[in-house]
């Protein structure tokens, strides 16, 4: 995702002045593709530019590259912008902007929806949060990589949207595995099952993503098992933190860790279907 929003601002115009990643060959390779620097560490990015993206994985490894002691993005970040586009807990964006402000910086939220080839042609669905006199000094950046583009308000929620749009999906991705897998089950035609659901109340935006990848087990990873995982613990837990019972969403986080567990998680989200179509390895061990 990152990679491609990099690509894209190039092709707009803009100086992609500097790279990093974990791995460092991919950010070598991009580094070169873009005639960028490529940044051993966290501390270079900062000094090499004014707005900085984070794209990273999970909690750990958003307050990791803001580390307030160490190599960090916080070195020397007097007067930058950071644009944090991970899907992490409300909470951790709000530490993020205690942190940056506390090295006189600023930083705001920009969670993304879509995929791989969206953010390579800048038709992401972006949704952000944070203070809103930052929001606006980005906007044309943030215009660039988005077809659509949402502030929603303080920082943190729109990190609660976003887990709610992902709550959704994976929840209507399970339910597809299970509807095709039940019919495969029963001997059914799925091409005209998947006709049928599209034109009826079984209709999703997940039946057009995947539908026909689930019947022809064609799992190339857009968005992982284990990032649905991550992703549905997230919003299954604020639904606790505000004590409401969300037994969909409970069972929608226990498929996806079992995918996990059974080391499926590098599949892509349709993976779910090899739980749920008879025949296949996950179902024969669920």
Same mark, same amino acid.
């Given at each position: ?79 930058? +912008? ?33 995929? +791989? ?116 613990? +997230? ?36 993976? +779910? ?14």
């Amino acid at each position: 995702m990152g990679a491609n929003m990099a690509r894209r601002l190039k092709d707009c115009g803009y100086t992609v002045s500097v790279v990093s990643d974990v791995h460092a060959p991919s950010a070598e390779g991009l580094a070169t593709e873009l005639r960028a620097k490529h940044a051993t560490t966290l501390a270079e990015v900062t000094a090499a530019a004014d707005v900085i993206f984070t794209v990273v994985t999970d909690d750990a490894a958003q307050l990791g590259v803001f580390a307030e002691s160490g190599d960090s993005l916080l070195v020397g970040a007097q007067g930058k +912008i950071f644009v944090n586009c991970a899907t992490i807990t409300p909470s951790t964006h709000v530490e993020v902007e205690r942190r940056a402000k506390a090295a006189g910086a600023s930083s705001i939220e920009a969670c993304m929806a879509s995929s +791989i080839p969206q953010a390579r042609n800048g038709t992401l669905y972006l949704m952000c949060g944070g203070d809103a006199a930052v929001f606006e000094r980005v906007k044309p950046i943030l215009e660039k990589l988005s077809a659509a583009l949402r502030f929603v308000g303080p920082t943190g929620s729109a990190a609660k949207v976003k887990a709610l749009v992902n709550m959704v999906m994976n929840m209507n991705t399970a339910a597809l595995a299970e509807g095709l897998g039940l019919g495969a089950a029963l001997g059914l035609d799925l091409e005209m099952l998947r006709e049928v659901f599209a034109q009826t109340g079984a209709n999703s935006q997940v039946l057009k993503t995947d539908g026909e990848d689930m019947q022809n087990r064609a799992h190339d990873c857009y968005f992982s098992a284990a990032h649905a995982a991550k992703d549905s613990t +997230i919003a299954w837990r604020l639904g606790q933190d505000v004590g409401l019972t969300l037994p969909l969403a409970e069972a929608t986080k226990r498929q996806y860790d079992r995918m996990v567990e059974l080391g499926l998680g590098h599949l892509d989200k349709s993976g +779910i279907a090899e739980l749920t179509f008879p025949g296949r390895e996950g179902a024969a061990r669920s």
